[in-house]
C-alpha cells in the first residue's frame, strides 16, 4: 500500500476525507445504561473531538461540546440541571442541543444567549445503546437497521482498543488467523471428525472468495468437511465500520462496530444475541488452555480513555505467559477477545501498511481496502450521492455472517442468498451476485495427518 493512501484509510479528525465521510453516519458510543438522569456527565471522545455526554433530570439525552463557549472550562465540572448543563464559572447553562439558554453574569434584557451554541450531536437510542450523528447534514441520515429485533434478548458489549481503527476491524475480516492466534495448538485429532473443529486444524488453508456488495464486502474461506460435505466460513464488512463475523452458525444474529475515537484508539461495540455458555474442550474432555471469552475489565476512569480498557495492555506486554506459551496455548494469553487485542495493538498506534506482503488468504482485507478507498474518494469528490447503510438504511436487511456445512455441490453464495431471500427476510431484497474471487472449487477431501 502507498503511504498516502494508509493515511487516507486511518486519519479520522475534523477535514480528513475519513473523517468527513464517516461523520455522515450514525455510531453507537456508550451504553444507554451509562447515563444516569441527573448524574455526572461522561466525556466522549469521537472521531477526534472530545464531547461531553449527560443526560438531564427529566430524561433528555445531550451530547455536546466539552468546552463552554464563554471562557472554554470544561463543562465536564459543570451542573446537570433540569433542560441543560450550567457551567460554574460564570453560569452560563447549555440545553441537550447545544443552545445557550441562561446568561446570568450578562444583562437580563439582552438577547446575547441566543445567539450562542456549542456543537451538539444528534441523538438517539436504539438496541439498548446511545448513537450520535455528528455530520453537517441538516437533516441527517434514517437510524440504521439491523436484525437486532429478531435476537430476542440482546446483548451490547464494549471494549477499548490501544490502536487505529481499521487493523482493529481488519482482524475481524482475517478469518485464517482463527487457526493460528486463537487455536495454534490444537489438532485434528483433539476434536470429533464430522465437526467443524475437526475440518478447521486438519485444514488451516483454505481456498478463498471474496466480492464487492451493497453493503461493502463479503467473503467466504472454504474448505472439504469429509468426502461428501464443504466447510464455508462467511463474513462481511459494511460501511462504514461494520463487521460480521462467521464466528457462530450461520444464523447466528451478531454485528460488530469499530467506532474511531481518534487516530489512534478505537471502540469496539458488539450487538449480539446471548452467546451460549462457552466450554470449549478437546474430545478427550480436556480444556483447551486459554480458551475462553472472558476479559478482565478496569474500572472505568472518567478521563478521555478511561472506559471499557482491560487490564492486559502494551505497557504489561498484554501479560503475556511464556510457560502458557510453552505448554500448548501458542499465544500464551488467556482469552480470544485479549488474543485480537494483543496482536492489532502490537501493530502500533497505526499500522505502517507500506511494509506488508499479503497473501492468497488477504483478499477480503484487499479488497475491502479497495473499497473503502473508492468511497472515500468519490465521497470528498462529490460524486458519492448515495451511502450504504446510511441513505438507504434497509442496505443491511437479512445480511448475516457464520460458518455453515453444506453438501459440496452446494455453492456457499446459493446457500448464502438461499437463506437471506427464504428464511432470514421476507423475500423483498435482492441476491447477492457479481464478479467473484473463487477460481476453484472445493478441495478433494482427503485424510491429512493428524
Known amino acids: 500500500m502507498r503511504a498516502e493512501d494508509n493515511e487516507l484509510l486511518t486519519r479520522v479528525g475534523p477535514g480528513t476525507p475519513m473523517g468527513e465521510f464517516m ?70 447553562k447549555f440545553a441537550p442541543n447545544g443552545q445557550c439558554i441562561e446568561m446570568p453574569s450578562e444583562p437580563a434584557e439582552t438577547d446575547y444567549k441566543e445567539r450562542v451554541k456549542i456543537k451538539a450531536a444528534r441523538v438517539e437510542e436504539k438496541y439498548g445503546a446511545v448513537w450520535v450523528y455528528i455530520g453537517d447534514a441538516e437533516t441527517p441520515p434514517p437510524m440504521p437497521t439491523f436484525e437486532f429485533e429478531k435476537a430476542g434478548e440482546l446483548t451490547v458489549d464494549f471494549l477499548f482498543r490501544e490502536c487505529n481503527w481499521l487493523q482493529a476491524l481488519e482482524g475481524d475480516i482475517d478469518t485464517v488467523h482463527a487457526g493460528f492466534l486463537h487455536g495454534g495448538a490444537n489438532k485434528k485429532n483433539h476434536f470429533e471428525p464430522g465437526t467443524v473443529d475437526y475440518y478447521r486444524y486438519e485444514n488451516r488453508h483454505p481456498k478463498y472468495d471474496a466480492m464487492e456488495a451493497p453493503w461493502g464486502t463479503t467473503y467466504c474461506a472454504y474448505r472439504a468437511a469429509g468426502p461428501d460435505d464443504a466447510y464455508y466460513r462467511i463474513g462481511h464488512f459494511l460501511l462504514p465500520f461494520w463487521t460480521m463475523a462467521p464466528s457462530e452458525p450461520l444464523d447466528f444474529i451478531r454485528t460488530r462496530c469499530w467506532v474511531p475515537v481518534d487516530d489512534y484508539h478505537s471502540m469496539l461495540v458488539v450487538f449480539s444475541q446471548p452467546m451460549p455458555v462457552w466450554d470449549p474442550r478437546r474430545k478427550d474432555g480436556s480444556k483447551i488452555w486459554g480458551s475462553t471469552l472472558k476479559l478482565n475489565y478496569l474500572p472505568n476512569t472518567t478521563d478521555w480513555y478511561g472506559r471499557y480498557r482491560i487490564e492486559e495492555n502494551r505497557r504489561n506486554d498484554h501479560n503475556i505467559s511464556r510457560e502458557m506459551q510453552r505448554n500448548g496455548n501458542y499465544t500464551g494469553l488467556a482469552g480470544i477477545p485479549t488474543q485480537d487485542q494483543m496482536i492489532t495493538e502490537s501493530m502500533g498506534p497505526i499500522e505502517d501498511r507500506t511494509k506488508e506482503h499479503l497473501g492468497t488468504s488477504d483478499k477480503m482485507i484487499a479488497l475491502t481496502r479497495r473499497v473503502l478507498l473508492r468511497s472515500i474518494q468519490a465521497f470528498r469528490d462529490g460524486q458519492l450521492t448515495t451511502l450504504p447503510g446510511a441513505t438507504d438504511p434497509s442496505t443491511h436487511t437479512g445480511v448475516r455472517g457464520g460458518w455453515v456445512v453444506t453438501p459440496k455441490e452446494v455453492d456457499w453464495l446459493d446457500e448464502f442468498n438461499r437463506r437471506r431471500l427464504n428464511v432470514w427476510t421476507d423475500g423483498d431484497v435482492e441476491p447477492l451476485t457479481g464478479p467473484r474471487g473463487r477460481v476453484a472449487p472445493v478441495v478433494v477431501y482427503e485424510e491429512l495427518p493428524a
Open 23 to 92: 461523520r455522515q453516519y450514525w455510531m453507537p458510543i456508550a451504553r444507554s445504561s451509562e447515563f444516569e438522569a441527573g448524574g455526572a456527565p461522561i466525556r466522549l471522545r469521537i472521531l477526534g473531538e472530545n464531547f461531553l455526554g449527560f443526560r438531564s433530570p427529566d430524561g433528555t439525552l445531550g451530547v455536546v461540546d466539552h468546552l463552554c463557549a464563554h471562557r472554554c472550562a470544561s463543562l465536564f465540572y459543570g451542573r446537570n440541571e433540569e433542560h441543560g448543563i450550567r457551567c460554574v464559572y460564570h453560569g452560563w
